[in-house]
């Protein structure tokens, strides 16, 4: 005689293994074939030692495709998971050596080296107080790939073994207003889990953006930097506009003054043949200086 109750459990485990299988299957089906990320921040905050992370090396063990003082835009891949992982370590931001301009070129770069588009930019910095050095970084990071790069921002704090963060340091930081979401890493540890766990919270992101957002593509890029052109000819505009608004009030201001002074010393009567006196002076002395500068010594 069956036990029923024996047999149903048996049925029950069975039948949550199959449901576990489907998931699985249907998150693996679901993962992009390929997942391209970029690894951006300043100088010294970890960008090679989670490059050396992501590609299973042992920690701070540098590689001559990752080092630590990355001139130019580098790119490892790795099968992870059934997937097609690349990972792109570009030029620290805020290099001292190095001009605005000079920064934004490297970034620009990174589009072409990730092209058709990165899944999700890793920001890399250390579970700290954000420096103003960091903070810059963001700004020119969102000038030049525009505010929604916030979306495809990943804030990933390194040293996790000095400081263990909880959502509090979080939202006190406000790393929501530059980053989609935040991880944390421990570079000095083999650990399993980690680059798993990364990966998987990544291609939930990317999973739930619409197919036609899944990468920050070049489109998106060069649309931001048509916006950051526009802004800074506006402002530019607008700087002129200030400084020609200045110099009239400045000579509103020297006329002003000098009519009070002659009238001072002619009266009222005076002032006026005083004044036109000084005008006929002003056109002498010009087109005497003028005359001078075309002699040839």
Same mark, same amino acid.
């Given at each position: 005689?069956? !036990? ?198 990544? !291609? ?13 593509? !070049? ?29 009239? !009030? ?48």
């Amino acid at each position: 005689m069956t !036990n029923y109750s024996t047999t149903q459990q048996q049925q029950d485990i069975t039948d949550q293994l199959l449901l576990q299988e489907k998931d699985k299957a249907k998150m693996s089906e679901s993962k992009e074939p390929e997942l391209k990320i970029v690894l951006i921040g300043i100088t010294g905050e970890g960008k090679t030692s989670v490059m050396n992370t992501l590609m299973g090396r042992e920690p701070l063990v540098q590689s001559p495709s990752a080092s630590s003082d990355t001139k130019k835009c580098k790119t490892e891949t790795r099968e992870f998971d059934g997937q097609k992982l690349v990972v792109i370590d570009t030029p620290g931001l805020m290099d001292k050596h190095k001009t605005q301009q000079q920064v934004e070129n490297d970034l620009a770069k990174t589009i072409t080296c990730a092209a058709p588009g990165p899944h999700m930019f890793l920001l890399v910095m250390k579970p700290f107080v954000l420096t103003k050095a960091i903070l810059d970084a963001v700004e020119i990071i969102q000038e030049m790939f525009g505010e929604n790069t916030k979306d495809y921002t990943l804030a990933l704090f390194t040293c996790e073994d000095k400081k263990k963060l909880s959502q509090d340091h979080i939202t006190e930081a406000k790393v929501n207003n530059f980053s989609v979401d935040w991880h944390t890493f421990d570079n000095t540890k083999k650990i399993p889990d980690q680059v798993p766990d990364l990966l998987k919270k990544i !291609n939930k992101i990317v999973g739930k953006r619409e197919e036609k957002k899944k990468m920050y593509t !070049n489109e998106m890029f060069e649309k931001a930097q048509e916006l950051k052109e526009e802004t800074r000819k506006k402002m530019k505009e607008e700087q002129e506009k200030q400084g020609k608004e200045q110099e009239v !009030n400045e000579e509103g201001l020297v006329d002003t003054l000098m009519k009070a002074f002659v009238r001072a010393i002619v009266g009222e009567e005076g002032l006026e043949a005083a004044l036109t006196f000084a005008g006929w002076m002003q056109d002498k002395v010009k087109v005497y200086w003028e005359k001078k500068k075309g002699i040839r010594l």
